[in-house]
């Protein structure tokens, strides 16, 4: 029994698939399947249940699962404090992005982060906020860049910054001539916002207090800021922007961007992470790398 015996079987555990497990982990697939393969003859049962679609664990290869993630974990802690012993910065960070923050922030600090931290690995996945709480409980990552609140018990969280809200108002829509918008004064038939499963999509429903079943003139939602701008610029509708999204907006768009009255809510950005970590050196070194090197959010930084 090996340790990369034992990442293939929770990768494909993880994917549903041996082709899939195989691509994650860089390796073909006849490799892949041949080492899960010989786990099983050497434990002398079946550990995967291949004539599912997807591929799901049996009942030994769920128990056999449960205790190869925490041979991992104990794998990868010996290492880590080891290089912690001896004052590196060392070992794999597999990060989760969502993806109102990715577009904004990683260019900013990921060069820094390389040079300065060249012994660390970073793979980082861009995903909703519900599926990072669910990959750090079940060790499919090990941070997430997050908006700070959203990630519930036993999810350790680590304040970066404060990010505002702005609207992002046509220039065919009433509220266009305002400088500065009331809450209540925004007609909800109107506002546009991001789909289901983004957090900020549920700060904005809380901020304005809305409710999506009643009547819009356009109800269109999408997982992406940049598109959601680009439908109000071609209707009289409006949307809500974090702060980190404005220096990319079109110079002969920037009119369209409205600050939001006093009392407004804005977002943490945090680092989160489980409770149990061990990779503090390396949380370290990405907290202070983010706030050092995150350029034009400097002046929102604590």
């Not at 003859?41 to 799901?56: N, Q």
């Not at 860049?145 to 404060?162: H, K, N, Q, R, Y």
């Amino acid at each position: 029994m090996t340790i990369i015996q034992l990442q293939y079987l929770i990768e494909v555990a993880n994917c549903g698939s041996f082709s899939a497990a195989a691509e994650h982990c860089f390796v073909t697939q006849p490799s892949l399947s041949m080492q899960i393969k010989s786990l099983e003859e050497e434990l002398g049962v079946v550990l995967l249940d291949r004539s599912k679609k997807p591929v799901i664990p049996t009942e030994a290869g769920a128990v056999v699962i449960a205790q190869a993630q925490e041979t991992l974990k104990a794998y990868n802690t010996i290492r880590e404090s080891v290089a912690e012993l001896k004052g590196e910065t060392a070992g794999k960070l597999r990060l989760g992005v969502i993806p109102t923050i990715a577009p904004y922030l990683l260019h900013k600090f990921i060069p820094d982060f390389v040079k300065s931290y060249p012994r660390v690995e970073l793979e980082i996945r861009e995903m909703v906020t519900a599926d990072i709480v669910e990959a750090l409980r079940r060790d499919k990552i090990d941070a997430a860049l997050v908006a700070s609140g959203t990630c519930g018990d036993g999810i350790l969280e680590i304040d970066l910054f404060s990010d505002r809200f702005y609207a992002y108002v046509s220039p065919s829509n009433p509220l266009y001539e305002r400088s500065n918008i009331r809450i209540e004064d925004i007609d909800l038939k109107d506002l546009i916002l991001l789909s289901r499963g983004n957090c900020m999509r549920d700060q904005i429903i809380e901020l304005c207090q809305a409710r999506r079943d009643l009547p819009s003139h356009y109800y269109f939602e999408s997982g992406s800021l940049d598109t959601l701008m680009r439908i109000v610029n071609c209707t009289s509708c409006m949307t809500i922007i974090p702060e980190m999204a404005l220096e990319y907006i079109p110079s002969d768009r920037k009119s369209q961007i409205k600050t939001l009255a006093k009392g407004a809510t804005s977002r943490r950005i945090a680092i989160a992470a489980r409770r149990t970590y061990v990779k503090s050196s390396i949380i370290n070194a990405l907290e202070k790398t983010i706030i050092e090197r995150a350029g034009a959010l400097q002046k929102f930084m604590h």
